[in-house]
């Protein structure tokens, strides 16, 4: 038996030195492949098993929406931003960074009814720039899922601590002396949260959707109580203490609009569950671009609220409303804020870990990574195995990781998918459906981004002002040429964005304009992740997916030469 096995192990390593042999000739194959939004309807579907069920109406996508993203802007965002970066500016740091999600919400909604599928970008860019690009968007967004997830966990603790009136927001955490800083403190309540509602997402998604609607009615309720209690008691000459509205400049402001998107990643979350709801062209546009505004305006009454109650320089980075409270001599309302602002983290956890198992189980179906990852389960609708892997992996990051080691890489990926969507839905405008040639239109996003990296480097050079209107101008030039020139003649869809080529113009521009105001230390982690996946890739990804698309024709070829019809019907199971 155990030379059988040794033999068996032999012959696997065999296959797949050989197969890694043949990497070049597999890339050139597959890096660019694409399959067509009918296939990723269909086919690719199909290998999941069981089908998600159909049971979330318009006004769960909205609560899920904005239950996604309320709990992570406010409470893990708001107090180390204005702090640190914008000061009293930070709502309108937060106005920027929304209307950027708002114009990326656009470009995500229209993929989104024309491709209603569970794998957001990771499906939107596949069908359009092919198999490496999907694939590395995916991978980043499940990246930032993950680490986000985990930071949020661990402020969940913060904010319980001051529901109970402990003022340390440590003190429930057991710190490890052998440990680096920022790695030492080890949370279990966070650890705990995160596996209570991984198993609850196993359960049912509407059960779970249902929850947070009532979390989310909550919630918005406890911020109404929040922002009328800052504004009552709260003074304006706060947000000229101690150094004026924009303390950093309006270099702080942008600083803090690239930080604070990470605050809007929850709508993403929505996209995901398009295989889950009932009447998507209508249900999907009101779930993500409703949701985006109604938190974007409670983001930015919440942020007022905060800076007009404490000055900035007053403001605990930790448990910053509670805190704020405590200050303004309200103890017994910190404790309310804490245990609100608790249930709400809790609510931006159960959609943001719901979002997170729908990525990785189209990547799965796309056998990027191994299969039984995309398995649903048939009694639930649910994606279990992905579900209970991705959440074991953000449980073990929140038992150690602090949120500012990973916060602005989060805001790194997050920014660098969003500009990605937003090419792929012009160039599939204007070539993919309007059958137009590609050179013009990659000239032009060229261009483009070209440009927004010139108006950065001006930006970042601060004598060289020449700059801000040259490029500037440029953009908009290009753009409007590029408007008038090259007709948009596709199929006209159930929902389509306004205004083409504008708001995604608009949306690459201020996705890499908010990419380069990060810190250096967040571009070499994100380039040492991006090391990481496209090795994966190279020596796993490109060699299953080959193999599963030649098995995949094979078994094509001989269910059409099968005579009987009934038979032939298996062809949907490749």
Same mark, same amino acid.
């Given at each position: ?5 040794? %033999?068996?192990? %032999? ?27 009918? @296939? ?66 656009? #470009? ?5 009814? @024309? ?30 899922? !993950? ?13 319980? #601590? ?31 949260? !995160? ?18 609607? $009532? ?49 809007? $990643? ?33 983001? #930015? ?12 320089? @007053?403001?605990?980075? %930790? ?41 990785? /189980? ?30 074991? /992996? ?15 890489? $989060? ?8 500009? &990605? ?29 070209? /440009? ?8 970042? &050079?601060? @004598? ?16 409007? *040429? ?5 007709? #948009? ?33 967040? *571009? ?7 090391? &990481?996946?496209?090795?994966?890739? !190279? &020596? ?35």
């Amino acid at each position: 038996m155990a030379t059988i096995q040794s %033999k068996d192990n %032999k012959t696997i390593f065999f296959n797949y030195f050989k197969s890694l042999s043949q990497t070049p000739h597999r890339l050139r194959k597959r890096m660019l492949a694409t399959w067509t939004p009918d @296939q990723e309807l269909n086919q690719v579907r199909l290998r999941s098993g069981a089908d998600m069920k159909r049971k979330l109406r318009w006004y769960d996508l909205v609560a899920l929406g904005v239950g996604g993203m309320l709990g992570v802007g406010v409470f893990v965002t708001t107090g180390p931003v204005a702090r640190n970066h914008s000061g009293p500016s930070v709502f309108i740091s937060y106005s920027i960074a929304g209307i950027s999600a708002l114009l990326s919400s656009l #470009c995500y909604t229209e993929f989104s009814v @024309q491709i209603p599928v569970a794998g957001g970008a990771f499906s939107y860019l596949r069908v359009t720039f092919g198999e490496f690009v999907g694939y590395f968007a995916g991978a980043n967004i499940l990246m930032e899922y !993950v680490l986000s997830n985990a930071a949020v966990a661990r402020s969940f603790t913060e904010y319980l #601590c001051s529901a109970f009136g402990i003022s340390d927001p440590n003190s429930w955490r057991v710190e490890v002396p052998g440990l680096l800083q920022g790695y030492n403190k080890l949370d279990f309540s966070a650890v705990a949260l !995160v596996l209570i509602l991984t198993f609850c997402l196993c359960h049912s998604t509407k059960e779970s959707s249902i929850l947070n609607l $009532i979390m989310t009615a909550f919630h918005i309720v406890f911020f109404g109580f929040v922002i009328i209690i800052g504004f009552c008691n709260g003074s304006v000459e706060n947000l000229m203490k101690p150094t004026g509205l924009t303390p950093n400049g309006i270099r702080g402001v942008l600083d803090g609009a690239a930080i604070v998107y990470f605050s809007y $990643i929850g709508y993403d979350s929505v996209s995901t569950l398009a295989e889950e709801i009932q009447n998507p062209p209508v249900t999907l546009p009101v779930g993500i671009i409703g949701s985006v505004f109604i938190v974007s305006g409670l983001y #930015c009454l919440m942020a007022l609220a905060l800076c007009l109650m404490v000055p900035y320089n @007053q403001i605990a980075e %930790k448990a910053s409303y509670s805190m704020a409270f405590q200050r303004i001599g309200w103890k017994w309302a910190g404790n309310i804020v804490g245990a609100g602002a608790s249930l709400g983290i809790v609510a931006s956890l159960l959609v943001a870990m719901l979002g997170q198992a729908r990525y990785l /189980c189209v990547i799965g179906r796309a056998r990027l990574v191994p299969s039984w990852l995309s398995k649903v389960h048939p009694s639930t609708g649910t994606p279990l195995n992905a579900t209970l892997f991705l959440g074991l /992996c953000t449980a073990s990051i929140a038992l150690f990781t602090d949120l500012d080691i990973v916060i602005e890489i $989060i805001s790194i990926g997050t920014l660098l998918v969003f500009y &990605l969507v937003a090419n792929a839905l012009i160039y599939r405008k204007y070539v993919l459906t309007s059958k137009n040639p590609p050179f013009p239109t990659l000239s032009f996003l060229f261009l483009i981004t070209s /440009c927004a990296i010139g108006f950065s480097i001006s930006w970042k &050079l601060e @004598q060289q002002w020449w700059g801000l209107p040259l490029f500037g101008g440029i953009i908009m030039v290009v753009t409007a *040429f590029f408007q008038y020139t090259v007709p #948009c003649l596709g199929q006209p869809s159930e929902w389509s964005v306004p205004f083409m080529p504008w708001p995604a113009a608009v949306s690459i521009f201020l996705n890499v304009f908010l990419m380069t105001t990060l810190k250096m230390l967040s *571009f070499q982690r994100f380039a040492l992740w991006g090391l &990481l996946i496209t090795l994966f890739y !190279v &020596l796993y990804g490109v060699h299953s997916t080959f193999e599963a698309k030649e098995m995949g024709m094979e078994m094509e070829m001989a269910v059409n030469e099968v005579p009987n019809p009934s038979i032939q019907l298996t062809k949907l199971e490749v």
